[in-house]
């Protein structure tokens, strides 16, 4: 095996066979699910701890539904952001967690780098579960794993990402995860939605849909995250969804079995049209979901045995 990784906190960090070894056992884990098959033992004796300083419906459900069934004990702390707003804090409530001796702990936070910073202080696994604008290791795992069943591939695939990517840790590790699977990047959205520093990121970027979405594979939509915006991105949403929105029209552009992917939370009618987020010809957006599961049971699987084997030879008086 070759994933060697104490904490799972991007796609920065991960090699290409570390790519491969989490989708393929993610994609074991995907058909075991669907057949019903349980696996109580693999996190067995093991205590997962969920902190979402920032909102979360599929992510922290996803995370809690893969421990439990691997067979964790699994808790989930709500976490107000209010609360953390200053590094000491966090720290503080690291430490506090830590006195807890939990095994894997999740994180969601609002800024960029928080996680890091806090698996620094624990004797645990941490698993980065959206950090900022920063990262979204498991969202990139979950949709590499989708486009790969579909395409029956992970490589020389091209693929548009559009919309918000400015303000976007989804984009960010796509970006990073299809990159290092050698795959073509395309970047699509208005010039105020493009991050700083995008022309060294080994990608092509448009400011036109029909255009950008030209014979390409795949087609990622991303949120508008009004949330993280502290001005005027946009004129209007009507606006950007008649340039930007994905319709029919426009995804006529992209091949004839491309898929349309959105990671979900969706604005209807702003970055995508209701029906195309329904068609199940085109959309695998349920897909995404139902990976989000086996990707999050591959990762913890993965990183629960390096954790063992670091205690074994702990205990044993040996370094590994
Ligand atoms: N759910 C994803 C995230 O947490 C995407 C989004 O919120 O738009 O980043």
Avoid: W
Avoid at 9 to 38: F, K, M, V
Wanted: one cysteine or more.
């Amino acid at each position: 095996m070759t994933f060697r990784a104490e904490h799972l906190l991007g796609i920065e960090h991960l090699s290409p066979a570390d790519i491969t070894t989490l989708l393929d056992l993610a994609d074991q884990y995907a058909e075991h699910n669907r057949q019903g098959r349980a696996h109580r033992d693999v996190l067995e004796g093991l205590t997962q701890i969920n902190m979402f300083f920032e909102n979360s419906t599929r992510t922290q459900a996803s995370f809690e539904i893969a421990g439990k069934r691997l067979g964790a004990d699994v808790m989930n702390m709500a976490m107000q952001a209010s609360s953390v707003k200053k590094g000491e804090t966090l720290i503080d409530t690291a430490l506090t967690l830590n006195a807890m001796r939990p095994d894997l702990l999740v994180v969601r936070h609002p800024h960029s780098g928080a996680v890091d910073l806090l698996a620094q202080k624990v004797n645990c696994a941490v698993l980065n579960a959206g950090d900022g604008r920063h990262e979204h290791p498991t969202q990139a795992l979950l949709d590499a794993l989708t486009i790969r069943r579909h395409h029956d591939r992970l490589h020389r695939l091209s693929i548009a990402i559009c919309g918000d990517i400015a303000h976007s840790r989804v984009a960010r590790s796509n970006i990073l995860l299809l990159g290092k699977m050698e795959n073509r990047v395309r970047l699509v959205g208005p010039p105020t939605l493009m991050p700083s520093g995008v022309q060294d990121f080994g990608v092509e970027v448009f400011h036109d849909m029909k255009e950008g979405l030209k014979d390409v594979d795949v087609v990622m939509m991303l949120r508008l995250q009004k949330e993280r915006m502290d001005g005027g991105f946009i004129p209007s949403e009507r606006e950007y969804f008649h340039r930007y929105g994905l319709d029919a029209e426009k995804l006529a552009c992209a091949k004839d079995d491309a898929i349309v992917m959105h990671p979900g939370p969706m604005n209807r009618g702003v970055e995508i049209d209701g029906t195309i987020a329904d068609d199940i010809n085109r959309s695998v957006i349920q897909e995404q979901v139902e990976m989000g599961v086996a990707v999050r049971m591959a990762a913890m699987d993965l990183l629960a045995r390096n954790l063992r084997a670091r205690r074994g030879a702990k205990a044993a008086g040996v370094m590994v």
